[in-house]
């Protein structure tokens, strides 16, 4: 699988400095979900477990307003990760992701994760720039 999708890694600003070797190491806890259009991957108040990357397809990130309206926070694309919050602090997802299309996900999880990012500490940093900047984002 390291050959295959190192690129969607080393593509994102999270991970976009792992070398080679580091990518192909990380590949290794990775498994391959697929999900129909319209599937949940996963709701808000599930467990935060795991990091996911887009291979192909679309995902929505939504939740529901006071009203009980859905809100769309942001729509995902092929090339790009998200869960890196709750993959860090292993709390409870914020918001829902569901399939707009057929989709296939690369998923790593936080219990084959925090010990990867244990052993690289320059690693630890560029997540803690990445959460600054989602926070600035945010507010």
């Known amino acids: 699988m390291a050959g295959d999708y190192s690129d969607i890694l080393r593509n994102s ?6 070398s080679e070797e580091e990518c192909a190491q990380l590949l290794k806890f990775a498994r391959l979900q697929r999900y129909a259009a319209g599937q949940t991957l996963f709701q808000k108040g599930d467990d935060g ?7 192909s397809g679309h995902i929505r990130i939504s ?3 006071a009203e009980g309206r859905e809100v769309v926070l942001n729509i995902l694309n092929p090339g790009e990760l998200f869960g890196e919050i709750a993959l860090i ?9 569901s399939a707009m299309d057929n989709c296939e996900v690369l998923v790593i999880h936080r219990r084959d994760f925090m010990p990867f990012l244990q052993q690289r500490p320059e690693l630890c940093t560029r997540l803690m720039v990445v959460l600054c900047e989602r926070i600035r984002w945010v507010s």
Not at 89 to 97: I, L, P, Q, V
């Open 49 to 55: 477990d795991s990091l996911l990357g887009i291979i």
């Open 89 to 97: 602090d292993g709390k409870e997802r914020t918001a829902d992701a």
């Open 13 to 18: 600003f999270l991970l976009q400095h792992l």
């Open 63 to 65: 939740t529901l307003s």
